[in-house]
């Protein structure tokens, strides 16, 4: 089953650029041996971007990591995602997309029981409730039609947060990306809870085969997730898109806490 | 400008205009076909935003964005430049990256080249090479020669800014296009247009084609073009100083927008933060002239220092980084380059390293002949003399003083198109404009 992805993404991968090759020496870009006579190298101190600063004392470490993550999203989920539009039409994936939101509702319940926010609660359930009934188990989010039944985001790492459990330090995660050491625990803690939903749908359903099962589910999931991520490695334009996207993280991490 | 948000989602509410086209009808049948008439007269151009300021930060409503047709997928291409000497820390910028999207079949070739810091498939650059694909073009899109990707991957001499190099560097590029393109499709004539920074190339490369004749380019239309671009670049410098600001700082004002848009994303009842979402979050934070100001030179200057940081690393010239943090590898922080590469304006940068190294591979350079060639005045006669070259742009734009705008209508005359309002580029996806552009190009 999961095999049938892989093997699509190795045929038709490496849908990259198309290459044109050439040369000319002028352009090697030799050194010119020019210096400037002013400079402005780093200074300790006060500085108009400082707020742009996050712990993370694993930086070296962290930057290996987010520049094997860009090379595998270049070269195995974009092709995955390539071949998953070029497979499943855009109503299709739109379904797809849907029911996976559907099933994730209930560790978003749970984490709202766990942070006491019942309007939120509320909303997540009657969500559920619609969607998995009238949405035909979820295939379509009718819920959000309704500008007060929008989706609600909760986590695991959003109740620590909640609870007064500090970021810890910026972490990225190897395949996943920006995290921080709260949100990878939270993140762990999500797992756990799928895990424990997808076991009792998969019995419900009456699925013998539980792994292959588990681990096709697993491929769609990070396919449907990358294919709804808008977000390109070194599309920003700038060099210093590590820290750009640390920054943003954190902060939106911060008022997602308190949202 | 990166600031306006991408918003190709069209939401068009007819009930809504049903009801208020009725109700004038109620009111009177005389009234109503008085309003059409008057609506008729002032229907050609009705671009929302009368404040320059909001015009170049806010763009267009997504309502009244023009829609090009079908949608196409641009193709990524890239062009190696085989023995270059990149940096270690920018191996995955090697490439320099542009897209196309060509007809099947022969069709006229239009070249589009990004404005400051812009990448070739910038939303700006999406929604061009929409357009004139759309129009029955094969759409080649450039990166702007200021963005890092092409200072690092193809740029001769590592330091953009100076018009002369950038326009070398983009002519050469595009002759190594043209034979790709042509191998996979015919062309019948070329085109090129720009937009702000890119509309001051697209015109320098007319000119240059005029003597060259590689491309014999049938019109250049430039889009909100810079006049001078040190005098352009020195207005958005000075919206980060004391003259826009007073007493407040830089890091005061810049942590004041964060705040406001926080609190609006932390109000907020949504999780899927759409293209819609980011319009409304930017229209509907409370910001005056000054904000509006501050976040058009933040964009402006991040552009800048990523430019700065990427032609030092390249050049090795000690400006930002010291010889003594070499060889940057890809595990080295990069904050502390960042906060002193933000400190630097652009003046600054032509100042201290652009003019510097220009004097360097040319000793006979000077300030007055680097400003000088890198505006509108060193091509004044080709300008006045060619019919092909044609603008497009605004009277209220933020980066033109009145003597930009008296030289423009002096030397361009009829050939110029000025709307009264839409800032920088602000109304560039408006509808009546981009007919107007097409008209312009096709004429």
């Known amino acids: 089953m999961a095999c049938v992805p892989l093997a699509l993404v190795l045929v038709l991968g490496g849908c990259g650029a198309a290459v044109t090759k050439r040369a000319d020496p002028a352009l090697n870009l030799e050194p010119t041996g020019f210096r400037t006579e002013v400079n402005h190298w780093p200074q300790a101190g006060g500085n108009d971007l400082d707020f742009m600063e996050v712990y993370d004392p694993w930086e070296p470490m962290n930057r290996h990591i987010y520049d094997f993550n860009a090379g595998l999203d270049t070269y195995v989920l974009l092709p995955a995602v390539g071949v998953y539009r070029t497979v499943l039409p855009a109503p299709a994936r739109k379904g797809v997309s849907n029911v996976i939101n559907n099933l994730n509702e209930l560790p978003v319940l749970v984490n709202c029981v766990l942070q006491g926010k019942v309007r939120k609660g509320a909303i997540t359930t009657s969500r559920f409730l619609i969607n998995s009934t009238f949405g035909l188990l979820g295939v379509m989010d009718l819920a959000s039609d309704a500008p007060r039944l929008q989706r609600q985001d909760e986590d695991v790492g959003q109740t620590l947060g909640f609870w007064g459990v500090g970021n810890g330090p910026y972490f990225v995660m190897p395949g996943f990306g920006p995290s921080n050491l709260r949100d990878t625990v939270g993140f762990g803690g999500d797992s756990l809870l799928l895990y424990l939903e997808m076991m009792q749908v998969y019995r419900l359903a009456g699925v013998r085969n539980t792994w292959d099962t588990a681990v096709a589910e697993m491929v769609v999931r990070t396919i449907n997730r990358r294919a709804n991520v808008p977000f390109r490695y070194h599309q920003t334009g700038s060099p210093f898109e590590y820290e750009l996207v640390r920054y943003i993280y954190t902060k939106k991490r911060e008022l997602d806490i308190q949202r | ?443």
């Open chain 2, 1 to 443: 400008m990166a600031i306006a948000s991408r918003h190709f989602e069209v939401t068009i509410n007819p009930a809504r205009f049903m009801t208020s086209s009725a109700t004038v009808l109620f009111v009177g049948a005389l009234l109503a076909a008085v309003l059409c008439v008057a609506a008729e007269g002032a229907a050609d151009y009705r671009y929302p935003y009368t404040d320059p300021y909001q015009a170049t930060v806010y763009g267009t409503p997504p309502d009244q964005i023009h829609r090009p047709g079908p949608a196409v997928s641009p193709k990524l291409r890239a062009i190696r430049i085989e023995g270059r000497k990149v940096p270690d820390i920018f191996s995955y910028s090697a490439d320099m990256f542009y897209s196309t999207a060509l007809q099947k079949g022969e069709a006229p070739l239009i070249f589009i080249i990004a404005g400051t810091g812009a990448e070739h498939n910038a939303i700006k650059m999406e929604f061009l090479t929409q357009v004139f694909y759309g129009a029955g073009f094969h759409v080649v899109a450039l990166s702007s020669p200021t963005h890092m990707n092409f200072v690092i991957s193809a740029s001769r001499h590592g330091a953009p800014g100076y018009v002369p190099h950038d326009v070398d560097d983009l002519y050469r590029v595009m002759l190594w296009i043209k034979e790709v393109v042509e191998a996979e499709q015919p062309v019948s004539e070329y085109y090129i247009t720009g937009y702000s920074l890119g509309a001051m190339h697209a015109a320098f490369l007319a000119h240059r084609d005029s003597e060259k004749g590689d491309f014999g380019f049938r019109r250049a239309l430039m889009i909100n073009p810079p006049v001078s671009l040190y005098h352009s670049v020195k207005r958005l410098d000075s919206w980060l100083t004391a003259e826009n600001l007073g007493e407040v700082t830089v890091r005061e004002q810049i942590a004041s927008l964060i705040a406001r848009f926080s609190d609006y994303y932390r109000d907020a009842d949504i999780t899927d933060l759409d293209d819609n979402f980011l319009y409304e979050m930017v229209t509907r934070v409370n910001m005056d002239d000054v904000d509006l100001r501050t976040l058009i030179g933040v964009d402006f200057r991040l552009s800048a220092s990523s430019m700065i940081f990427a032609t030092d690393v390249c050049l090795r010239a000690g400006y930002l980084v010291p010889p003594a943090d070499y060889p940057l590898t890809k595990s080295k922080p990069l904050m502390p380059y960042a906060e002193a590469a933000f400190d630097i304006s652009f003046e600054n940068y032509m100042d201290e390293f652009l003019l510097p190294y220009l004097q360097h591979l040319d000793p006979s350079m000077d300030r007055y002949t680097l400003m000088r060639q890198s505006s509108l005045y060193d091509i004044r006669s080709y300008l006045m003399e060619s019919d092909k070259v044609v603008l497009i742009g605004n009277t209220d734009d933020v980066i033109l003083n009145d003597n930009d705008l008296a030289f423009i209508k002096s030397v361009f005359g009829e050939r110029a198109r000025l709307y009264p309002t839409g800032g920088h580029c602000g109304n560039m996806m408006y509808g009546p404009f981009v007919e107007a552009m097409l008209a312009m190009v096709k004429l």
